[in-house]
Nanobody, 123 residues
Framework: EVQVVESGGGLVQAGGSLRLSCVVSGLIFNDYTVGWFRQVPGEERKFVAAISRSGDATYDADSVKGRFTISRDNAKNTVYLQMNSLKPEDTAVYYC????????????????WGQGTQVTVSS
């Protein structure tokens, strides 16, 4: 059984930082790209960042470029999202998902999803 578990969310003031973690089990981790998405109630799920299978390539949404960094540790089956200079508009539930062989921004191309972790940024 494939499991995707996110952690690290919480409440932070604007300008602060958080690091999200995503642990994946039940599959060959380095066969998959991994993406982070976020969703606000009433809106569609939006792409945040993705990382290649080896970790040597990443792609970030324009809204987080220069502030968020995605990384992975294949020995630990874990992907991280370091979020700096957080803004109130970053408030959302953040989801991690395993993806296709190549980086992609469309959530429809991602297979296994976690339950999400809430990030709240106060002004």
């Amino acid at each position: 059984e494939v499991q995707v578990v996110e952690s690290g969310g919480g409440l932070v003031q604007a300008g602060g930082s958080l690091r999200l973690s995503c642990v994946v089990s039940g599959l060959i981790f380095n066969d998959y790209t991994v993406g982070w998405f976020r969703q606000v109630p009433g809106e569609e799920r939006k792409f945040v960042a993705a990382i290649s299978r080896s970790g040597d390539a990443t792609y970030d949404a324009d809204s987080v470029k220069g502030r968020f960094t995605i990384s992975r540790d294949n020995a630990k089956n874990t992907v991280y999202l370091q979020m700096n200079s957080l803004k109130p508009e970053d408030t959302a539930v953040y989801y991690c998902a395993t993806g296709p062989r190549y980086l992609h921004t469309n959530p429809l191309f991602y297979d296994y999803w976690g339950q999400g972790t809430q990030v709240t940024v106060s002004s």
